[in-house]
């Protein structure tokens, strides 16, 4: 989640110094964005760890993970993600219609084409997982 706040942050920037505008009367809708793209990344990721805990159960450097080792259960987690995501989705919309749906779209693409086909089915999981990826600088 952290490493995708840079990229959505810089995105944030550019479009405040493409537009002429002041960074500093920017910063509630910086906020708001950085705000609304970190719950649904978190709430994103926190459901690939649901769907994904057979596959982590059998890697060692997975073995620390609340739905490994059994510190969530599986109720807490999906009312968890999807809360994070809704609450998340409700920033972005009002910020603007595009980044609302922007969010959804990474949603959509890092949960179904990345975690839940790709990662099982075919060597490209990566290049198909860059473009949710690809997702929070367009936020910004």
Known sequence: VQGNLIPAFAGAWLAVVMTNHSFLSSIPQILLML????????????????????????????????????????????LLSFGMMLVGEICLFLLNIPSGVLGLMGIVGYVSYYSIWSKRHTTWNTVIGSFPGAVPPLIG
Do not use: E, F, W
């Open 35 to 78: 705000l609304g793209s970190t719950l649904i990344m978190g709430g994103a990721c926190a459901l690939n760890n649901y769907y994904d805990q057979d596959i982590d159960r059998i890697m060692p450097s997975k073995q620390n993970r609340p739905t490994v080792n059994n510190r969530i259960t599986d109720q807490n987690l999906l």
